[in-house]
């Protein structure tokens, strides 16, 4: 049987275009900038008052991915409940504020990993800049600066008609040459809005005029077809072009769905290392076995899969056997039976119903004899 050579690739996957070059920031443990991996983030939808829920969802976060999470803190019995989830959290908590100032130092003092502001919606923000600095310096902790299309400055609406792409980057700008004049750069910025093709118009003219970290999200994507398309289509555009250095899917779905998708976005771009890949053929009149539903059981057979891992899901004998060859694992399948593939060789042919049962046998074998975890 020919070797078979899984995990991390020696070099690094080939990506569309090289990193935007921007400042760094630590966000807790995670760093954040073109020096490290575009990282992940959500939030969470309990009430973050109820500390035992926000933690438990938090907990659901990381165990699928999730590299920072974001709070809602629109009440003083959420900012009183922030020091025990920043403290208990497995991953950094980001505190998100709006309308009232006094929670971003509330925020702060609880020991967050850093605070997301709305300029556009927070009483009297451009006076309150400096102290915000200050205390932000002492903490050690970065400031986002998130623009939203929905909560835009007036004046900016009154200026362009409409939350435009410059209309965004203009208060995204502003905000942050305000924190300059008090000597703080520990800024990301993000730049959102619901329309796709203004929100890449936005970014792209944003990440030609600074160098601070950028966090990209459709805001309202939708529910998580909607949602998962429109984000896609953004993220994939300015990630191909080396812009965005944390995301957010933004969806109307349980969080954790959002952590997958925006995982399988940076995976299919070579931005992060892959686990599982099912490459399966669409179905056609040529097939003669049920591709969805096999696709469908091998992928929820196979779905603890800790390591890099493609397995091919063929219908019929036209591209069938050859792409099966190409993944580490794969079946081609008709006649009421499947070719076992494992790296080009067939080591057995079985009954359609032992397919997925004999896949996920032959990747806990390949895991052991690699030495990984197949979970």
């Given at each position: ?74 009440r ?60 932000a ?44 004049e ?39 994507a ?16 300015l ?18 769905e ?15 290392p ?46 069938g ?33 032992e ?21």
């Amino acid at each position: 049987m020919a070797d078979v050579n899984l995990g991390m690739p020696e070099a690094p996957e080939p990506v569309l275009h090289p990193r935007r070059k921007t400042r760094q920031l630590m966000v807790g443990s995670v760093g954040v900038g073109s020096n490290f991996p575009v990282s992940v983030q959500s939030m969470t939808t309990t009430r973050t008052h109820d500390t035992n829920a926000t933690l438990q969802q938090i907990a659901e976060l990381a165990a699928a991915g999730c590299d920072i999470v974001r709070v809602a803190c629109p009440r003083q019995e959420d900012a009183d409940a922030l020091t025990a989830i920043a403290a208990k959290s497995p991953i950094p908590v980001i505190a998100d504020i709006h309308f009232q100032p006094r929670y971003i130092f509330a925020a702060i003092d609880a020991g967050c990993a850093a605070v997301r502001v709305n300029p556009g919606n927070i009483r009297e923000f451009d006076g309150r800049v400096k102290e915000v600095a200050t205390a932000a310096r002492a903490a050690n902790i970065p400031i986002r600066i998130g623009i939203n299309a929905g909560s835009l400055d007036k004046r900016l609406l009154e200026k362009y008609g409409k939350a435009t792409p410059e209309a965004l980057v203009e208060s995204a700008l502003w905000e942050a040459g305000l924190f300059a004049e008090h000597d703080f750069h520990d800024i990301a910025i993000s730049v959102k809005h619901h329309d796709p093709v203004t929100m890449v118009q936005a970014y792209t003219l944003l990440a030609a005029q600074c160098d601070y970290p950028l966090h990209l999200g459709v805001t309202e994507a939708g529910p998580a077809f909607q949602g998962t398309v429109k984000s896609s289509v953004a993220f994939g555009t300015l990630l191909a072009r080396g812009i965005g250095d944390t995301i957010r899917v933004s969806l109307s779905a349980p969080p954790v769905e959002e952590i997958k998708v925006g995982e399988a976005i940076l995976r299919s771009l070579n931005l992060r290392p892959k686990r599982l890949e099912i490459v399966s053929c669409p179905s056609c009149g040529r097939c003669q076995v049920d591709v969805v539903e096999l696709a469908n059981e091998v992928e929820e057979g196979l779905k603890d899969v800790s390591f890099p891992l493609r397995v091919a899901v063929m219908g019929c004998v036209v591209n069938g056997p050859g792409e099966a060859r190409e993944a580490d694992l794969g079946c081609a399948s008709g006649n009421g039976k499947g070719q076992i593939f494992v790296k080009g060789q067939v080591i057995k042919t079985v009954p359609e119903k032992e397919i997925v049962p004999t896949l996920i046998e032959e990747a806990q074998r390949i895991a052991d004899e690699q030495g990984l975890s197949a979970q």
